[in-house]
């Protein structure tokens, strides 16, 4: 939540390919909201392959730096090398550890009449995003009886209770009202155990003070969980996971509907947020004036729900889905023939 502001100041890095084609939609979109938001204030500022090539740098320590003054961003693509390139590393991966964005929440919705979609899909998978086998601690050991790999899963009760809460506070903001925590204590007893027992007992801290009683908590294990998400994915409404099952979750969850082109995420901790669509830079239509521009818009207005600006996110959303479902104005990858630009401009008239 968000106190009243003058203005939103917010960051915006396309970094590379189709990111460049897509945020400054996004852009747009924000500054038409009028109103419904304060003033938004643009940074531009520069991250991803492209500068590395050039400066040598993925992440300037200036957009950092730049960053921290704002409110919130929005974040385009990276292309990744296809070969290891020494000194770099994703700047994604360093923002989460800079702006300790913990959380990685995906909404995935149908929307009817959209041909590839699966109907009745509207949930959100919430994902821990610092810790569990992600910690990168292997190790490779020499026995008798050949090569040995080992690696280290950690969970801690600091970071499961914050992603419980995030989880809990996203569903009371749905009409459903539903938490399925995400695990496999059924093997991983100890780990996935401490994961469970730390977002059941969220509820009842008291600090949260009864505020998600009305909050359903159901759970599964993961196996099942990802064979009912593709036979019947209606019945999820919050899914909040560890770090490794979450990330496998969320992109079969966006493989329920029609484009990559239409799934949004954020990146969030507790005092920033950062919009970014699930897709890549897309090299194969960069360029081309043809990118699918929903899902970056959908970031947006996702960020704009975490800084408290449901008004002005829920009118995007809205735009977004008369778009659709009207059907008329389509990039190719949803079986259109529109442009980037044609799509933002049908945007921008439903708002
Ligand atoms: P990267 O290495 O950056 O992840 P990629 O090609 O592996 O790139 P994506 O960029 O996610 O992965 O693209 C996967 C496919 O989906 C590509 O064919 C791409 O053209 C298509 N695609 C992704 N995003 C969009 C979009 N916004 N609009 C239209 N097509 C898209
Ligand atoms: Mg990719």
């Known amino acids: 939540a968000t106190t009243a502001r003058q203005s939103l100041k917010i960051g915006l890095i396309p970094a590379d390919g189709i990111g460049k084609e897509v945020i400054p939609a996004a852009k747009r979109v924000l500054e038409a909201l009028g109103s419904d938001i304060p003033k938004p204030e643009f940074v531009s500022l520069l991250a991803g392959w492209e500068v590395f090539t050039r400066e040598g740098y993925a992440l ?10 704002c409110d919130g961003a929005l974040f385009g693509a990276v292309s990744s090398p296809s070969r290891r390139v020494t000194g770099y590393s994703s700047p994604i991966v360093q923002l989460r550890k800079e702006l300790d964005l913990y959380a990685n929440v995906r909404p995935v919705t149908s929307v009817a009449a959209n041909p590839g979609d699966k109907p009745d899909v ?31 899963r950690l969970i801690t009760e600091r970071a499961s209770r914050r992603i419980g809460k995030m989880a809990f506070e996203i569903a009371l903001g749905r009409p459903r009202q539903q938490v399925t925590i995400i695990h496999k204590s059924n093997v991983l007893s100890v780990t996935d155990g401490l994961f469970r027992e730390t977002i059941r007992a969220v509820p009842k801290l008291s600090e949260v003070n009864g505020k998600y009683d009305s909050v359903k908590v159901e759970e599964q294990i993961v196996d099942s969980a990802v064979y009912r998400l593709f036979r019947e994915p209606e019945i999820y409404d919050v899914l909040v ?23 949004p995420s954020v990146n969030a901790g ?13 090299p194969d239509i960069e360029g081309k004036g043809i990118a699918n521009p929903l ?39 949803l079986g259109g023939k529109s442009k ?12």
């Open 60 to 69: 300037p320590d200036e957009t950092v730096e730049a960053l921290k003054e």
């Open 122 to 152: 509207d949930l959100v998978v919430v994902r821990e995003n610092t810790e569990c086998l992600y910690v990168k601690q292997e190790q490779l050991t020499l026995t008798e009886s050949g090569r040995e790999a080992r690696a280290t």
């Open 241 to 263: 996971a560890p770090n490794l099952y979450g990330d496998i979750l969320s992109d079969a969850a966006a493989a329920l509907v029609g484009s990559l082109g239409l799934v």
């Open 270 to 282: 507790d005092n920033f947020v950062m919009g970014e669509p699930v897709h890549g830079s897309a």
């Open 295 to 333: 899902a970056a818009i959908r970031s947006a207005a996702l960020m704009l729900r975490f800084q408290g600006y449901t008004a002005g996110a829920d009118r995007i959303d809205r735009a977004v889905d008369q778009v659709i479902r009207e059907g008329e104005v389509l990039t190719p990858d």
């Open 340 to 351: 980037t630009q044609e799509v933002l401009d049908a945007v921008l008239k439903k708002l």
